[in-house]
């Protein structure tokens, strides 16, 4: 727990940055103690208490969850209740608490499903708790309501942008579609988009990139990085997309390379050791540099493949090689510029 001596100072000077920034509020040192409640059935590794990882050099920024009641009536669109680890209700309470234990100061919500109300639904479940600092909303780019519903969204400054191409239409950049674009970066708001297998590939998302010059845009889960060795087609995808400067990944979801299946339908047990996932980290690094990379977990599903603790500690182990100021970046700074809206 050495680590713990060590917050107040970074911890007040990051206060100090947050309040100076959208991302406004900072939740007190003293929190790190917080013990997860009890969640009647749960089988998530997610409710277990956890200790500061060890390896922590420095406050975190998580850029990446999901909230949602499978219980509220009607139930939910995802996950689904063949996913039993994640199948159950996820709220601010439980996140809080364990996130405070692995030395998080804040977070953003990635909202996952398609039903545009679901978005506000987050928005009422975390007002008034600066813990929970934006949000990216889900909305389908290129829908005949889209400019009305995102109108409605931006009126709340804590939504910063959208997550787009996971339920919506195929990646096409019709006319459409690069109109929705073209307002989103208006907004001065950022687009979250996953790459991976069929969907979305990367010479789409450079296409998308190219066309829309001033919308940032953050490819999700390490880009699709997948097994122990990098593929060369997707070294090569990383090196081209890195040259534009709106491009940004998302250092999230490592857990994800050994998946063995193609579906998150059951869980799986993903190596803990920093060798297993270096070398896509190199690739990653060397492309887009300290500045480009942004830290976050993807809770609750990183507990479909190991723990949240141990993602940061895999993290944190990768980080201390390029020095503090780059881990800093990494870990709280990138999001905090990344994740503000510039109108």
Same mark, same amino acid.
């Not at 999230?252 to 869980?267: G, H, L, R, V």
């Given at each position: 727990?050495?680590? #713990? ?9 990051? &206060?100090? @940055? @947050? ?6 509020? &900072? ?63 996820? /709220? ?15 977070? %953003? ?18 007002? %008034? ?23 409605? /969204? ?18 096409? #950049? ?24 069929? /969907? ?16 940032? *845009? ?5 880009? %699709?990085?997948?097994? $122990?060795?990098?593929? $060369? ?15 940004? *990944? ?42 480009? /990379? ?19 500690? *895999? ?15 990494? @870990? ?12």
């Amino acid at each position: 727990m050495k680590i #713990l001596t060590r917050f107040p100072t970074t911890f007040a000077k990051l &206060c100090l @940055m @947050m309040t100076l920034s959208p991302l406004a509020g &900072c939740a007190s040192s003293s929190a790190t103690t917080a013990t997860p409640p009890e969640t009647a059935g749960d089988t998530s590794k997610a409710a277990a208490p956890l200790a500061v990882p060890a390896e922590q050099r420095g406050p975190i920024l998580d850029t990446h969850i999901h909230l949602y009641q499978v219980t509220r009536p009607g139930g939910v669109v995802w996950p689904e209740a063949k996913q039993k680890p994640i199948y159950r209700d996820v /709220l601010p309470p439980e996140y809080e608490a364990i996130a405070k234990q692995n030395g998080i100061i804040g977070t %953003g919500v990635v909202e996952a499903s398609p039903v545009v109300d679901d978005n506000f639904k987050v928005l009422e479940t975390t007002k %008034g708790n600066d813990f929970f600092k934006f949000l990216v909303a889900q909305l389908e780019i290129g829908s005949p309501s889209f400019s009305a519903d995102l109108a409605r /969204l931006a009126a709340d400054p804590r939504v910063v942008g959208i997550r787009g191409f996971l339920w919506s239409p195929k990646l096409t #950049l019709d006319a459409k579609q690069l109109a929705s674009l073209e307002e989103l970066a208006a907004k001065g708001m950022t687009l979250d988009i996953i790459s991976r297998g069929a /969907l979305n590939p990367k010479d789409k998302v450079e296409a998308l990139a190219t066309a829309v010059p001033k919308l940032r *845009i953050i490819i999700d889960h390490l880009a %699709g990085a997948k097994g $122990p060795t990098p593929d $060369p087609a997707w070294v090569d995808a990383m090196q081209r997309l890195a040259r534009l400067p709106n491009i940004y *990944i998302k250092f999230s979801s490592f857990f994800d390379m050994y998946n063995p299946a193609a579906t998150e339908d059951d869980p799986w047990k993903a190596p803990t050791d920093l060798a297993a996932y270096k070398a896509h980290f190199d690739v990653l690094m060397k492309a887009f540099g300290e500045d480009r /990379l942004i830290w976050g977990s993807n809770w609750p599903v990183v507990d479909m493949g190991g723990s949240l603790a141990s993602e940061i500690e *895999i993290a944190e182990l990768y980080l201390k090689e390029f020095g503090q100021e780059a881990r800093d970046k990494v @870990m709280y700074k990138n999001a905090q510029k990344f994740y503000a809206r510039h109108p």
